[in-house]
């Protein structure tokens, strides 16, 4: 049977798992991380998940290159469509590997060079906009673009560049300009996806910190310090999809009203890739949770608390892919809007799960993410 | 638009149960026993929901309050009898009680712009409330400034003089804020994210109360820049004492603790090796006990409470409490929580958070 995601379905299933879980909890003694397995869950959430993520999106951005080099080239209707599609998948690998926002990822702003979200007021925007009309050239070399401004040299402004007011010149002779700004920054991606490559493969790296916890470890004095690190992974991404990446076009029923929504805050909008990408970030962490075998840091009698989280991702990622189409569209359709509210709820019961039972079931005590002093 | 104060206010009412509303609108709202309580901490119980707690010199739980949300650091003045604390950063209010039962709680909301980093203090005769801020579009330190006698009213603000301020404290002569500037880069977008690990500009700061000027600003040499200056408290000399957090290689052993005096530059305390490795690069609590000239440290990463002699900087104790919380000043010692339930010798069912405040 093909199950109609609701809002009542959302509550009939925080009805249905909630109790096992919160049985476990209660009636279980404090529990010890299993320091056996812990270090062979690194090595698999390196070797199976963050290394192939970064590169699959190398790889993905290459073909971006690619494609934006033919389009500059040749522009025609056809290479604009394969830029477009390039681009979409581009940020579908980013949206896989974006929840390992630590190490690489924070150093050089690399993040925010690869995605500058929100744009809070447009600032962004105004520059992209600036470059365009002004005809920057210094914007359309790789190496003088990035050090602008982290706003003119990522997804957001490839995104204005391909889908923004103006856009269809890229089909022709006028849209030159525009084209080699876009390939400067298909270049930039390029590189510093290679950069996120080459650092978690360099094997006396971080890789290894990461499989191998000690005393002599730059990141992890011990295995507990490691397994703090994975679930914050887990816990913060499943934050950012409901606080950041959710929330800032839909903020569920305020006082029984639907929210209208607000969707030129949604990320993606203009590329109709906003689900999309909240799909490709609950895969990634389903995935990760799944390859790394993170179940095995559950005690034998806790299992089923990997079986609750599993349930939430798949029904997570089966609500996002159903909110089809444009994001407005999406926001004024009572049905996909639905899913919206049942993918708000369960991001919530999701970040309880993963924090609270799985945290306090492998031994990081009652609400992992309590516990990080400050 | 101003998307995360928006919805941080939003949650703040839904989380505003009945219950809660209830305690605002009663008489009882916080039945103290102040012959008792000696003590204040926030905290999570066991069903996830947040307070604050006042408790007696053994660590038993007087009396609870609920809190909307989770809570960090807390401020007490004993001229106004008001107990304050701050909700986490990067949350948006803070909770004023009246421990004399005179007054109802008073919750205050960040100003648009901005969200408080969880510490703040009161001025020497208590009207003011001075709170750490963010003001996050701008990446820069902000102390807000709230009116007591006008229901705590933001009545102006001042630089902080760095980035990322975290706990805050007064001089005995009630003239000077001194401010820990962790010089980590954050913004409520990017959740508790730190994002500028790589280039951190940790300080220290003391800014005149009357006139928001700074006074004196030490930063940290190139080699500490990922040392997070991040606790402070002050001797009975009026020396400043600061506790840090280390963002930078876990092998290393930077040294955690310091102190200096105004006009002076700062100087470290030299903690055997094997000290600094038991505070895992991260102190997250820091008291002074100016009776006993004693400074006591916790670290809730190396699970240990740490006693120095505040004259010498040599060791005096330390001893193994797991999730080592907060730290304050006993009648002999020191008062340490954790956040598995343990105060002092007691042990209640909640999760205490990291600091603790003394209230007498």
Same mark, same amino acid.
């Given at each position: 049977?093909?199950?109609?995601?609701?809002?009542?379905?959302?509550?009939?299933?925080?009805?249905?798992?909630?109790?096992?879980?919160?049985?476990?909890?209660?009636?279980?003694?404090?529990?010890?991380?299993?320091?056996?397995?812990?270090?062979?869950?690194?090595?698999?959430?390196?070797?199976?998940?963050?290394?192939?993520?970064?590169?699959?999106?190398?790889?993905?951005?290459?073909?971006?290159?690619?494609?934006?080099?033919?389009?500059?080239?040749?522009?025609?209707?056809?290479?604009?469509?394969?830029?477009?599609?390039?681009?979409?998948?581009?940020?579908?690998?980013?949206?896989?590997?974006?929840?390992?926002?630590?190490?690489?990822?924070?150093?050089?702003?690399?993040?925010?060079?690869?995605?500058?979200?929100?744009?809070?007021?447009?600032?962004?925007?105004?520059?992209?906009?600036?470059?365009?009309?002004?005809?920057?050239?210094?914007?359309?070399?790789?190496?003088?673009?990035?050090?602008?401004?982290?706003?003119?040299?990522?997804?957001?402004?490839?995104?204005?560049?391909?889908?923004?007011?103006?856009?269809?010149?890229?089909?022709?002779?006028?849209?030159?300009?525009?084209?080699?700004?876009?390939?400067?920054?298909?270049?930039?991606?390029?590189?510093?996806?290679?950069?996120?490559?080459?650092?978690?493969?360099?094997?006396?790296?971080?890789?290894?910190?990461?499989?191998?916890?000690?005393?002599?470890?730059?990141?992890?004095?011990?295995?507990?310090?490691?397994?703090?690190?994975?679930?914050?992974?887990?816990?913060?991404?499943?934050?950012?999809?409901?606080?950041?990446?959710?929330?800032?076009?839909?903020?569920?029923?305020?006082?029984?009203?639907?929210?209208?929504?607000?969707?030129?805050?949604?990320?993606?909008?203009?590329?109709?890739?906003?689900?999309?990408?909240?799909?490709?970030?609950?895969?990634?962490?389903?995935?990760?949770?799944?390859?790394?075998?993170?179940?095995?840091?559950?005690?034998?009698?806790?299992?089923?608390?990997?079986?609750?989280?599993?349930?939430?991702?798949?029904?997570?990622?089966?609500?996002?892919?159903?909110?089809?189409?444009?994001?407005?569209?999406?926001?004024?359709?009572?049905?996909?809007?639905?899913?919206?509210?049942?993918?708000?709820?369960?991001?919530?019961?999701?970040?309880?799960?993963?924090?609270?039972?799985?945290?306090?079931?492998?031994?990081?005590?009652?609400?992992?993410?309590?516990?990080?002093?400050? | 638009?101003?998307?995360? %104060? $928006?919805?941080? *206010? #939003?949650? /703040?009412?839904?989380?505003?149960?009945? =219950?809660?509303? +209830? %305690? $605002?609108?009663? *008489? #009882?709202? /916080?039945?103290?026993?102040?012959?008792? =309580?000696?003590? +204040?901490?926030?905290?999570?119980?066991?069903?996830?929901?947040?307070?604050?707690?006042?408790?007696?010199?053994?660590?038993?739980?007087?009396?609870?309050?609920?809190?909307?949300?989770?809570?960090?650091?807390?401020?007490?003045?004993?001229?106004?009898?008001?107990?304050?604390?701050?909700?986490?950063?990067?949350?948006?209010?803070?909770?004023?009680?009246?421990?004399?039962?005179?007054?109802?709680?008073?919750?205050?909301?960040?100003?648009?712009?901005?969200?408080?980093?969880?510490?703040?203090?009161?001025?020497?005769?208590?009207?003011?409330?001075?709170?750490?801020?963010?003001?996050?579009?701008?990446?820069?330190?902000?102390?807000?400034?709230?009116?007591?006698?006008?229901?705590?009213?933001?009545?102006?603000?001042?630089?902080?003089?760095?980035?990322?301020?975290?706990?805050?404290?007064?001089?005995?002569?009630?003239?000077?804020?001194?401010?820990?500037?962790?010089?980590?880069?954050?913004?409520?977008?990017?959740?508790?994210?730190?994002?500028?690990?790589?280039?951190?500009?940790?300080?220290?700061?003391?800014?005149?109360?009357?006139?928001?000027?700074?006074?004196?600003?030490?930063?940290?040499?190139?080699?500490?820049?990922?040392?997070?200056?991040?606790?402070?408290?002050?001797?009975?000399?009026?020396?400043?004492?600061?506790?840090?957090?280390?963002?930078?290689?876990?092998?290393?052993?930077?040294?955690?603790?310091?102190?200096?005096?105004?006009?002076?530059?700062?100087?470290?305390?030299?903690?055997?090796?094997?000290?600094?490795?038991?505070?895992?690069?991260?102190?997250?609590?820091?008291?002074?006990?100016?009776?006993?000239?004693?400074?006591?440290?916790?670290?809730?990463?190396?699970?240990?409470?740490?006693?120095?002699?505040?004259?010498?900087?040599?060791?005096?104790?330390?001893?193994?409490?797991?999730?080592?919380?907060?730290?304050?000043?006993?009648?002999?010692?020191?008062?340490?929580?954790?956040?598995?339930?343990?105060?002092?010798?007691?042990?209640?069912?909640?999760?205490?958070?990291?600091?603790?405040?003394?209230?007498?």
């Amino acid at each position: 049977m093909r199950l109609r995601f609701s809002l009542t379905l959302g509550l009939l299933l925080l009805a249905v798992v909630a109790p096992a879980a919160a049985q476990e909890g209660a009636t279980l003694s404090p529990r010890a991380l299993d320091e056996a397995a812990l270090p062979g869950v690194m090595a698999k959430a390196v070797d199976y998940f963050i290394v192939p993520g970064y590169r699959d999106l190398s790889r993905a951005t290459a073909d971006l290159v690619e494609a934006s080099a033919a389009l500059c080239a040749t522009p025609s209707a056809p290479a604009l469509e394969a830029t477009r599609s390039a681009f979409s998948d581009v940020v579908r690998k980013w949206s896989t590997i974006e929840i390992v926002r630590l190490g690489p990822a924070l150093e050089q702003n690399r993040f925010e060079r690869f995605l500058f979200y929100p744009d809070r007021k447009s600032t962004g925007l105004k520059q992209v906009q600036a470059i365009l009309a002004k005809r920057d050239e210094s914007a359309t070399h790789a190496e003088s673009l990035k050090v602008k401004s982290v706003a003119v040299q990522g997804l957001g402004a490839f995104e204005y560049v391909l889908y923004g007011t103006g856009a269809e010149a890229l089909n022709g002779e006028d849209g030159r300009f525009r084209c080699r700004y876009g390939m400067a920054i298909s270049e930039n991606l390029k590189s510093i996806a290679g950069e996120l490559l080459a650092a978690w493969e360099e094997p006396e790296g971080i890789q290894s910190a990461w499989k191998a916890p000690g005393p002599d470890n730059p990141l992890f004095r011990d295995n507990k310090e490691a397994a703090t690190e994975l679930l914050g992974v887990l816990v913060h991404s499943v934050e950012m999809v409901k606080d950041q990446r959710l929330r800032p076009f839909y903020d569920g029923a305020i006082d029984g009203n639907p929210d209208k929504g607000r969707p030129k805050l949604a990320i993606y909008w203009r590329s109709g890739n906003t689900m999309a990408s909240i799909g490709a970030n609950l895969r990634g962490l389903q995935t990760l949770f799944s390859i790394a075998g993170m179940e095995n840091l559950l005690p034998g009698d806790s299992r089923s608390i990997a079986g609750s989280v599993n349930f939430l991702f798949k029904a997570l990622i089966s609500a996002s892919d159903r909110v089809e189409g444009p994001i407005d569209a999406a926001l004024a359709d009572n049905k996909r809007r639905s899913r919206l509210d049942f993918i708000a709820l369960n991001t919530a019961d999701l970040l309880d799960r993963l924090n609270r039972d799985f945290g306090g079931a492998i031994g990081l005590g009652a609400g992992f993410s309590f516990a990080d002093g400050d | 638009m101003n998307t995360g %104060t $928006l919805i941080d *206010r #939003r949650s /703040f009412v839904k989380m505003a149960g009945a =219950a809660w509303l +209830a %305690t $605002l609108g009663s *008489r #009882r709202a /916080f039945a103290l026993e102040r012959s008792d =309580a000696v003590f +204040a901490s926030t905290f999570m119980a066991p069903d996830g929901g947040y307070g604050i707690a006042t408790l007696t010199e053994e660590g038993e739980i007087v009396e609870r309050t609920a809190l909307p949300a989770r809570a960090h650091g807390m401020a007490f003045s004993p001229v106004t009898c008001r107990a304050v604390a701050f909700a986490r950063r990067p949350g948006t209010y803070a909770m004023i009680l009246a421990t004399d039962r005179t007054a109802e709680p008073v919750v205050i909301t960040a100003a648009e712009g901005r969200h408080f980093f969880g510490h703040g203090c009161f001025s020497a005769d208590g009207r003011l409330l001075y709170a750490t801020e963010n003001d996050f579009s701008a990446n820069r330190g902000m102390i807000g400034v709230y009116d007591g006698t006008r229901g705590f009213a933001r009545i102006g603000e001042f630089p902080t003089y760095g980035i990322g301020p975290h706990d805050m404290t007064l001089s005995a002569d009630g003239r000077t804020l001194v401010i820990a500037n962790g010089g980590i880069e954050t913004h409520p977008d990017f959740g508790r994210t730190k994002l500028n690990l790589d280039h951190m500009e940790p300080s220290l700061t003391l800014v005149d109360t009357a006139t928001g000027t700074l006074i004196e600003k030490h930063g940290l040499p190139p080699e500490l820049k990922q040392l997070s200056t991040r606790h402070v408290d002050i001797g009975a000399d009026g020396r400043i004492w600061f506790a840090c957090q280390y963002e930078g290689a876990r092998d290393d052993l930077p040294p955690l603790v310091g102190y200096f005096a105004k006009g002076e530059r700062l100087s470290f305390v030299p903690l055997p090796e094997s000290t600094t490795a038991a505070l895992a690069n991260y102190v997250g609590a820091i008291a002074i006990n100016r009776r006993e000239d004693l400074v006591g440290l916790t670290s809730p990463k190396g699970n240990v409470a740490v006693t120095l002699d505040a004259k010498t900087g040599a060791v005096v104790k330390e001893e193994p409490v797991a999730d080592a919380a907060g730290v304050a000043a006993a009648k002999s010692g020191f008062a340490v929580s954790s956040y598995d339930g343990q105060f002092i010798s007691r042990r209640s069912p909640v999760a205490w958070d990291q600091h603790i405040v003394r209230l007498a």
